[in-house]
């Protein structure tokens, strides 16, 4: 886990920029659907124009203005992160709205947490109250909150083409609803594992995300750069999704295991807007903020990574479609040289001969000496867990010490010898049991989720 120290550049760029803008936002409705353009600046040369497109497909009901405007500001607010901290501006003035006391502080607890990854690897020391403060024009007017009208209770399903958004897919499908599943800029492994669903793009909803070119720019230039929280951004997004298309349940498919930091004994977690506590964050905001009547959830919040993977297991058909690696996502491949392929090989490895592994991923991962150093960060040998969406400590442990009983703990290969080797003997680890029956509290599933996640579950344990 790499770290840049960027604390002075940190502070420069806060002096010399002292103020990023929100400029506006625009609603523009075609014939072919709904695109959202946003305007942040810092000054006069340093403008960006990033937008969004829904496209419709005859799917979309009308809002009131004053309900879409409230979801596209809001969108913009997330949106506005990944320019932000190209700078880190101590004063954001607001524009097109403005924001209560309250809301003021959700905002700031999401930048302080939400970037927390991002500071760690820049060598910047965690910020408090004094990373930012909001300004606004005064002719700004506070926005207000909507009970819309949601004529049945579909589910918005963002799809990520990884196993966890696989395991809800199928599993709701098993329930009748009016399923409508999410991609945001398809590739793919999305559209393949859509299609295995019995999706196609008549009956799923692709967003289409397009970032401002003068970004990278000034990421080639030396702004500071670093991992945003994307999770929120898809949060607001899905609600707009929702009430466009009067569907009642936004159904993430986030696990238990996000809510372990990726540092021990801070609160810098690369899935922040993955946990739980961004989850109910998130709710409320929207139930005092901005509309009533949409349940954002995950179904997976109950369930640990050994459970979800037990789960995809038992679904063959996604086998050769599904993909979880970032590294590899530009060609829709396993790179098998990354901590997420190494932790999705040995989430899967108790549950799946050898030779189906070696089918998925083109290669025996545990063959790889080279990644001994991811897997001590994956196992706690190392002082911190990789910056990815991977599983607790525990749950590793806990496959690990299984794949080698499964080989009979002999003519090991070379990744689960360094393991045994090098990893302390934790005698409570050395089952998976206790992490098959584990229904984890916590959560906001009503009680008919929970019935489908226990009933599926009964039949892994």
């Not at 992160?81 to 309250?102: D, E, G, M, T, V």
């Not at 909507?146 to 209770?153: E, M, N, Q, R, V």
């Not at 919040?301 to 979880?324: C, D, M, T, W």
């Not at 080989?407 to 090098?422: D, I, M, S, V």
């Amino acid at each position: 886990m790499s770290q840049i120290d960027n604390s002075a550049r940190y502070k420069q760029l806060r002096a010399s920029f002292p103020q990023f803008v929100y400029e506006s936002f625009l609603t523009e409705k075609t014939a072919d659907g709904l695109r959202l353009v946003f305007e942040f600046s810092v000054n006069t040369e340093l403008v960006f124009r990033p937008s969004m497109f829904f496209p419709d497909r005859g799917r979309f009901r009308e809002l009131p203005e004053g309900l879409l405007d409230s979801l596209a500001f809001h969108i913009g607010m997330v949106e506005m992160i990944s320019y932000w901290k190209a700078f880190c501006s101590p004063l954001i003035l607001i524009r097109p709205f403005r924001l209560n006391a309250r809301q003021e502080h959700w905002w700031k607890k999401l930048f302080r947490y939400g970037l927390g990854e991002f500071f760690f690897t820049n060598g910047i020391e965690m910020p408090g109250e004094e990373l930012l403060a909001f300004d606004y024009p005064p002719e700004a007017l506070p926005f207000k909150k909507y009970i819309p009208d949601l004529p049945g209770d579909g589910i918005i399903i963002p799809v990520g083409g990884g196993k966890d958004s696989v395991v809800t897919l199928e599993l709701l499908k098993a329930l009748g609803h009016d399923h409508l599943p999410l991609v945001m800029n398809h590739r793919g492994a999305t559209r393949q594992v859509l299609e295995t669903g019995g999706f196609s793009l008549q009956n799923s909803l692709e967003v289409k995300r397009t970032l401002d070119p003068l970004l990278f720019e000034l990421n080639a230039r030396g702004f500071l750069n670093g991992h945003t929280p994307f999770s929120a951004l898809l949060a607001f997004m899905t609600t707009l999704a929702a009430a466009l298309t009067g569907r009642k349940y936004i159904a993430l498919s986030n696990e238990a295991s996000a809510n372990e930091a990726s540092i021990p004994g801070t609160k810098i977690n690369h899935q922040y807007s993955k946990s739980f506590e961004f989850e109910q964050d998130f709710r409320d905001y929207l139930q005092h903020h901005v509309l009533e009547g949409i349940n954002y959830f995950s179904l997976l919040r109950p369930l640990n990574e050994l459970q979800i993977a037990a789960l995809f297991a038992r679904i063959p058909a996604y086998h050769g479609v599904f993909k979880s690696c970032n590294a590899g996502s530009k060609t829709d491949s396993w790179c098998c040289n990354c901590s997420k392929c190494l932790f999705t090989f040995i989430m899967i490895d108790p549950f799946l001969a050898e030779n189906q592994l070696v089918k998925i991923f083109g290669e025996n991962l545990f063959e790889k000496q080279s990644l001994a150093p991811l897997l001590d960060q994956l196992s706690g040998v190392a002082d911190n867990k990789p910056f990815e969406c991977v599983g607790t400590l525990n749950e590793v442990i806990a496959a690990l010490n299984y794949s080698i009983r499964k080989r009979g703990g002999e003519n090991l290969p070379a990744l689960l010898k360094h393991f045994r080797h090098y990893h302390p003997e934790k005698p409570g680890l050395k089952t998976l049991e206790p992490f098959l029956q584990d229904f984890h509290s916590p959560h906001a599933l009503e009680e008919h989720f929970v019935k489908l996640l226990k009933d599926a579950l009964s039949e892994i344990t």
